[in-house]
């Protein structure tokens, strides 16, 4: 069966870095586009950013260009999500999400959490 396992989270500062994976299995990771989504206390999930299945076209919410890069590893079926220059409002449960014949299929998270 699909399963996403996203790992990395943590308590960081601000201005601080942080390296989130999402260990994918039960498809065909390189046929497939991924994404990273966030949900903060008190607001909706929220899209964050997409990697094309070759890994050689990304895109990013407004909200985190420039300082979040995400990137893929086919050989080890995993998409990453380096977060850097973080910010309070960063905190959030991270999710890795892949689309498969019609389903959503989404990992448990992972919280980050910016604060001094």
């Known amino acids: 069966q699909v399963q996403l396992v996203e790992s990395g989270g943590g308590l960081v500062q601000p201005g601080g870095s942080l390296r989130l994976s999402c260990a994918a299995s039960?498809?065909?990771?390189?046929?497939?586009?991924m994404r990273w989504y966030r949900h903060a206390p008190g607001k909706e999930r929220e899209f964050v950013a997409y990697i094309s299945k070759a890994g050689d076209s990304t895109n990013y919410a407004e909200s985190v260009k420039g300082r979040l890069t995400i990137s893929r590893d086919n050989a080890k079926n995993t998409v990453y999500l380096q977060m850097n220059s973080l910010k309070p409002e960063d905190t959030a449960v991270y999710y890795c999400?892949?689309?498969?014949?019609?389903?959503?299929?989404w990992g448990k998270g992972t919280l980050v959490t910016v604060s001094s």
């Open positions: 039960g498809f065909t990771f390189s046929s497939k586009t």
């Open positions: 999400y892949v689309g498969l014949a019609g389903m959503d299929y």
